[in-house]
């Protein structure tokens, strides 16, 4: 059980993101980032930031839901703040931030999250990145092809939770779904 994607603050964070690298960065690298700031918002508050779906991908994990934003530009607020993939098929795709959403979903804990997973690998890119995870994300399993779902129980022991913290993961994941289902209405 994971909690449901969060798309303003995925569409605030992804904006951070692109900004700090000049406006424009390759797709890769951008999923890369967004999943290493959920995983360590979980290690460091027990609760991502984005939330969403994590899956095991052959490039490494990510959060199949930002995927799903970037490829199929399906919600409002993130088609308005960035761009369609920018670039041939043949060749890596860039992705642009367009216009400024503000980040008043983001608090500043969450911000110095962001900030300080920026720090950490914001100088690297999005192929170092995927070497990156696949050395040192544990929950991460390596695929030939295709998709394996990533529960957020699989992130609390890659980062060495307690079974009873992984437990109160768990928990509080499906509470929030419960609540966003209810109230989805």
Request: glycine content about 8%; some cysteine; aromatic content about 8%.
């Amino acid at each position: 059980m994971n909690y449901k994607l969060d798309a303003i603050k995925a569409t605030e964070v992804a904006f951070q993101i692109i900004s700090r690298e000049g406006g424009e960065l390759d797709k890769l690298k951008l999923i890369k980032l967004m999943y290493l700031l959920d995983r360590e918002a979980i290690n460091q508050r027990g609760v991502p930031i984005v939330g969403g779906n994590y899956k095991s991908f052959f490039w490494g994990p990510v959060i199949s839901d930002v995927l799903d934003l970037i490829n199929h530009r399906n919600n409002s607020g993130w088609n308005t703040a960035i761009s369609p993939l920018i670039g041939p098929p043949d060749k890596e795709w860039n992705i642009k931030a367009v216009a400024d959403p503000g980040r008043d979903h983001l608090s500043d804990r969450e911000l110095n999250l962001l900030n300080s997973v920026w720090e950490k690998f914001g100088h690297m890119t999005g192929k170092e990145l995927s070497s990156w995870t696949h050395e040192h994300v544990t929950e991460w399993e390596e695929l030939k092809s295709g998709s394996k779902p990533i529960e957020i129980e699989e992130i609390g022991r890659a980062l060495h939770f307690s079974e009873g913290s992984i437990q109160a993961l768990t928990e509080q994941a499906a509470s929030a779904k419960l609540l966003d289902d209810i109230f989805a209405c």
